[in-house]
């Protein structure tokens, strides 16, 4: 593979080079490029799909220039040991001191800092600001709600997700390439930490509101949280808001005994509409109707004020335990 790499490279670099030294507008190209280039596909198929290589493995990595232009790249600035220690895997620090044992260096300087400490204080920060964001942002929803919500931007996929977008990826020291959605979740929480070592704890509340709380962005919450029992839910607001009780009235139907049948259901309460919903059948018309009173209700809409993401939270109200 790295043959093929460095083959291709020459080829690319003779004429770029034949290009510079011409002096002419028109390109030229030689007619050992093209056999070249077919007989290095060829062999490219022949060997088949290759394992994916980590830029680690090659010659010209300089793992503190990148984990230097990590941080740049994020306008932050991190401690370059507490950023290694964030990326490097229990499974991978096991390995490598069983290596420098094997090779007979001494025991004191055999031990080699993993990221599981980092990474519960990276997650204990985390949840504290996403918590405390979610309540600032959505006051009206209950508290199963909020949990919900924050339980998606806390899960692992979401993480990874953010991750793997900001480039931990070639970084991470694991025992396995590509990293599994876990290391990268786990590399992500422990690079919080990281950062709260490095440059405090409200450096890395705004990371995780740069940077998690952010998914929320044009994402509609239902996909996120649906409660399981809305017209229950809907009965017990109203109740402690004095409401009156939910009652659903048929409003509209059509294709009565067909497959196409439609029929529209209103909420109404203390004789005022709360919401409206559409469905194949009563039930589901009623449970539509519900779930639509309840983002009213809750703030929740689509047409909703969009999230302030540029808010600055005081520290009085993230609570880190």
Not at 126 to 137: D, S, T
Not at 165 to 174: A, N, Q, W
Request: hydrophobic share 35%; aromatic share 8%; glycine share 6%.
């Amino acid at each position: 593979m790295s043959f093929l790499r460095s083959a291709a490279g020459l080829v690319a670099r003779s004429m770029l080079l034949e290009g510079a030294t011409t002096g002419q507008t028109r390109r030229h190209i030689k007619r050992w490029v093209s056999p070249t280039l077919r007989e290095l596909a060829h062999r490219q198929k022949k060997l088949g799909p290759q394992k994916p290589e980590a830029r680690s493995g090659f010659v010209e990595w300089n793992e503190r220039s990148e984990l230097f232009a990590f941080g740049k790249r994020l306008g932050e600035s991190f401690e370059l040991s507490h950023l290694q220690r964030a990326f490097t895997e229990k499974s991978f620090a096991h390995r490598e001191e069983e290596r420098r044992r094997q090779l007979g260096i001494e025991e004191a300087d055999l031990q080699m800092p993993d990221n599981n400490e980092l990474a519960e204080k990276g997650e204990h920060i985390a949840r504290a600001y996403v918590e405390a964001f979610l309540q600032n942002q959505l006051p009206k929803v209950p508290k199963e709600g909020l949990q919900a919500i924050a339980s998606y931007l806390l899960s692992t996929e979401t993480l990874a997700h953010v991750s793997t977008h900001l480039g931990t990826k070639d970084l991470i020291h694991s025992s396995e390439y590509p990293p599994s959605a876990e290391s990268l979740a786990k590399s992500l929480k422990a690079v919080i930490g990281a950062l709260a070592d490095s440059s405090g704890v409200e450096r890395a509340f705004l990371f995780v509101r740069d940077f998690i709380c952010t998914q929320l962005s044009q994402k509609d919450l239902l996909d996120v949280w649906t409660p399981q029992d809305p017209l229950q839910m809907l009965n017990k607001i109203c109740q402690e808001q004095k409401l009156g009780e939910a009652e659903p009235r048929l409003i509209g139907d059509c294709g009565k005994n067909t497959v196409l049948a439609a029929y529209q259901v209103g909420i109404y309460a203390d004789r005022q509409l709360l919401g409206k919903g559409f469905g194949e059948d009563l039930k589901t018309a009623t449970e539509t109707a519900a779930i639509d009173a309840l983002q009213s209700l809750f703030d929740t809409h689509d047409n909703r004020r969009p999230f302030d993401f540029g808010v600055q939270l005081e520290n009085k109200n993230v609570r880190l335990g």
